[in-house]
């Protein structure tokens, strides 16, 4: 078991650029959380998928944002025509489905700063 | 809607001596319960869970918790601290079918002074 994985740890882009990040989940875990976590707050749920289907997703998760999951392991996190507002720390987690257990493992994150 | 509340925002204690802090939740339905730390460039680590049984539940670390539903709280205890525990802790409730939903409450920081 060698954790969530993420890649990369730091991006510096420039406003209205677009950012991918990658998430590597625990290979046993079908289930895939992204987060994202501001200064001084606890990290703020974005979406979630079970194998490839993305089942939920929040409303601070506006149309510049998109995930896919698409074979149902790693994911893929891309923020089109970055923002100031968009700079934060971008956690992803994974998890067994309900009848395994609940909690989530989180990965070290992605800092992004927007410049 | 769900929430989460940690109303210290940063608490500091002596290494040695003991340590609540405190978390209390707004859900309607029997939560799933947790607390998280985090300490300076580490992922959020899993310190203790709740889903329902015995409501003193024991964590990693030498850290326990107690829910207590007539009072909405989850609050995470240690007898000793040791400087080491010197992080930021977050209680979170998780809400949807398995919990999947996870909301953060804005997070304990700790201080351990000697």
């Known amino acids: 078991d060698t954790g969530v994985s993420q890649d990369p740890r730091h991006k510096i882009t420039k406003r209205g650029q677009n950012v991918t990040f990658r998430c590597d989940p625990i290979s046993e875990h079908n289930r895939l959380y992204w987060y994202r976590q501001t200064l001084g707050q606890g990290p703020e749920f974005l979406t979630y998928?079970?194998?490839?289907?993305?089942?939920?997703k929040s409303r601070l998760l506006s149309d510049r944002f998109s995930a896919e999951r698409p074979k149902g392991s790693f994911s893929t996190l891309e923020i089109q025509r970055t923002e100031q507002g968009d700079s934060a720390m971008y956690l992803c987690a994974s998890s067994f489905g309900s009848d395994r257990g609940y909690e989530q493992y989180f990965g070290p994150g992605t800092r992004l700063t927007v410049t | 809607a769900q929430s989460v509340t940690q109303p210290d925002i940063h608490i500091t204690v002596s290494e040695g001596a003991s340590l609540e802090l405190r978390c209390n939740y707004s859900y309607g339905a029997t939560p799933y319960l947790f607390w998280y730390v985090q300490s300076p460039g580490q992922g959020l680590q899993l310190l203790l869970k709740?889903?329902?049984?015995?409501?003193l539940v024991q964590g990693i670390k030498g850290f326990e918790a107690e829910f207590k539903r007539s009072q909405s709280s989850f609050n995470l205890r240690k007898p000793s601290v040791h400087w080491s525990d010197a992080a930021e802790y977050f209680c979170?409730?998780?809400?949807?079918?398995?919990?999947?939903?996870?909301?953060f409450g804005a997070g304990t920081r700790l201080f351990v002074k000697a």
């Open positions: 998928f079970q194998n490839e289907a993305q089942l939920e």
């Open positions: 709740y889903f329902s049984g015995d409501t």
């Open positions: 979170a409730v998780g809400e949807g079918n398995g919990g999947f939903k996870t909301i």
